[in-house]
């Protein structure tokens, strides 16, 4: 017992943790959950009487969570400073349920059931932007509420945890609509009945994790940051004594409370400089081109000739799923940095591949595995790194408001690198043909990839083993610092 006083309880961290995690999987099921539903929900609409359901709209249809994420990583950090981290993923699983519920069944009060109209489409996009609210204060606060309780050795990994869980999520939903569609497989009528309930079953599948969700985060404590932002110390005190052991949590306690000249900041109270980083991290997650083939996989791997393209899309999967584990176990003994550069001169070697193979005859198994080879060190390097600087760099006084800003524009750069990949990635020119799209696209995500690279190593510090009250300190003085220069 007296060891577990001055040690803390390593389980009731990983618990907490471990509930934090399911936003993560929430975010990646989200998102993902459209692959398998998008070709029934087409199909339904298309049978529409008073409106003609075009690709566009259902171009639109499809991503319209994304406005959704934009929306709700801005409203993270005043959700985050007005109600507490606890409570606004609280709110955010409240907002999965309805999107998931709501998606079912978007006839529900207003509308006849199984005839589409186009309000029906405006109240079924409704609750997908709702859903996408969810995941931008999913993904906001999600890695600020781990980061916030995790003992500073111990950040990095568990963080990269939550990134984990986004993959997991997404090769969930796949799993879970494969299933759906299985059980009906020997049902004659299969198309007819995918188009009318299949992708309701799809969507209502995530109310499941969701209501988990809800219920769990109502167990686990709020952040000792945010508590000790709030003038609640007691409270502070014991969460803290809880994780660390009472002599450790009376000194972060004091480290916290050092920091805390007032409630809240400016955001550019510590300078214009670490608002930058943090946006540029996000950024670059982006524009690195990951999500362009994490979306199209299937067409990619079609394009280079692979016949049985879901085998290779799975394969790429597990592929992600076991290259996240490399960062979840090496983040804390190798650092943050070298991790990033590392991933980012892998990722542009991969993706040159992919553009070389474009141009110069080479076997199919070159582009397959330059595809891979992108992919795997995206996994190991901005996947989970990027999610565990967002949630340390910034200052405690202005971290809300901060990281809600840096994943607004991970969102906007989410929409605009998914909405041109596939207009780039077609693009013909001359005797090369859509060979020049193909090119173009991957040269110019290795070129980003290298500026990436360039921008870690020459701007970025390292926060492995710093406290989130050093990182503070380390910007006080910076900003103090450039004061005086000037």
């Not at 459209?34 to 087409?42: H, R, T, Y």
Request: hydrophobic share 50%.
């Amino acid at each position: 017992m007296e060891s577990l006083r001055q040690k803390g309880h390593p389980l009731y961290l990983a618990g907490i943790v471990l509930v934090a995690v399911l936003g993560g999987l929430l975010f990646g099921y989200d998102t993902a959950v459209i692959s398998g539903a998008e070709k029934g929900l087409q199909e339904f609409f298309r049978g529409a009487a008073d409106f003609s359901y075009t690709d566009a709209i259902h171009g639109f249809t499809t991503s319209s969570a994304l406005i959704g994420c934009v929306i709700g990583a801005f409203l993270s950090g005043l959700l985050a400073s007005r109600l507490g981290r606890k409570k606004a993923l609280f709110v955010a699983g409240i907002l999965f349920l309805l999107s998931a519920l709501g998606s079912y069944s978007p006839e529900f009060l207003f509308f006849r059931k199984g005839v589409p109209t186009l309000g029906l489409l405006f109240a079924f996009n409704g609750y997908r932007v709702l859903g996408g609210i969810g995941v931008g204060v999913a993904s906001a606060l999600c890695p600020m509420y781990i980061a916030e309780v995790s003992p500073a050795g111990e950040r990095g990994r568990l963080v990269s945890w939550n990134q984990f869980a986004i993959i997991f999520g997404q090769l969930l939903v796949y799993f879970v609509n494969f299933l759906i569609i299985r059980s009906h497989a020997s049902d004659p009528q299969l198309a007819a009945w995918t188009q009318a309930t299949g992708w309701r079953v799809m969507f209502v599948s995530e109310a499941v994790p969701a209501a988990l969700f809800a219920m769990l985060i109502l167990l686990v404590p709020e952040t000792p940051r945010y508590l000790a932002l709030s003038g609640h110390d007691d409270k502070a005190l014991e969460v803290l004594s809880r994780i660390n052991g009472e002599d450790r949590a009376r000194e972060i306690l004091a480290e916290i409370k050092g920091t805390l000249t007032e409630k809240t900041e400016k955001i550019f109270a510590y300078g214009w400089m670490v608002i930058f980083i943090g946006c540029m991290l996000s950024v670059f997650q982006q524009i690195i081109g990951i999500n362009a083939v994490l979306y199209f996989a299937p067409r990619i791997f079609e394009s280079m000739g692979v016949s049985d393209n879901m085998l290779f899309t799975v394969i790429m999967g597990v592929i992600n799923i076991t290259f996240t584990l490399v960062a979840v176990f090496t983040v804390e003994k190798v650092g943050r940095k070298p991790l990033l550069i590392t991933g980012s001169v892998g990722m542009a070697v991969g993706a040159l591949g992919v553009a070389l193979s474009n141009v110069v005859s080479l076997p199919a198994i070159v582009p397959v595995l330059s595809i891979m080879v992108y992919s795997a060190c995206f996994m190991f390097s901005w996947g989970p790194i990027c999610w565990v600087y967002i949630s340390e760099l910034f200052p405690n006084t202005i971290r809300s408001s901060a990281t809600a800003v840096a994943v607004a524009f991970q969102w906007i750069f989410n929409f605009l690198v998914s909405s041109t990949f596939v207009p780039m990635y077609n693009m013909r020119l001359g005797a090369m043909g859509d060979r020049f799209g193909h090119f173009f696209a991957y040269a110019l995500y290795g070129v980003i990839c290298l500026v990436a690279a360039v921008f870690v190593w020459r701007l970025v510090p390292e926060t492995k083993g710093k406290t989130l009250e050093q990182m503070t300190a380390l910007w006080r003085e910076r900003s103090t610092k450039n004061h005086a220069d000037a």
